[in-house]
């Protein structure tokens, strides 16, 4: 089974590599974008016992409190694929 | 309007940063977990008229395939919200 954290800078961080791409993008000739913000994807693929525990999504939190964000920075979501 | 294009590495690309995350998890005591990936988030904010036209999602993907990704080593899903 599959875990999924996305991890996505505050709306407060400025966001140079986002603002990179869109003047590239803006370079390319593509039009009609406003901003650009770059998150990560965290795929965790755990093991049955794993999936099965009742604390899972409290688990998958502290991982990423701890390990996978920022917690100064950057916000997270996750999401459980069952 | 906001399209989210998703990148990760292809499965048969070796993904050192992931591995690094799950040996790190595995230090930090979270039992469980077969293998970590890490891919990338590109949130694309888009104009009122851009978000209207009728080969945007194309355009999307135009984008992906010219810059956003590198084809080689990475898949890449687009997802547009309306």
């Known amino acids: ?5 996305y991890v996505r800078l505050k709306k407060e961080v400025l966001d140079p590599q986002g603002d ?15 901003n650009v913000r770059i ?8 093991t049955p016992e794993a999936a ?3 604390d899972l999504e409290a688990r998958l939190r502290k991982m990423a409190d701890e390990m996978l964000a920022n917690a100064v ?3 997270y979501e996750v999401r459980v694929e069952r």
């Open 1 to 5: 089974m599959r875990a999924t954290v």
């Open 20 to 34: 990179a791409v869109k003047r590239a993008l803006d370079t390319l000739g593509f039009q009609g974008v406003e």
């Open 39 to 46: 998150g990560k994807l965290i795929e965790i693929e755990l």
């Open 52 to 54: 099965a525990a009742p």
């Open 73 to 75: 920075i950057e916000d």
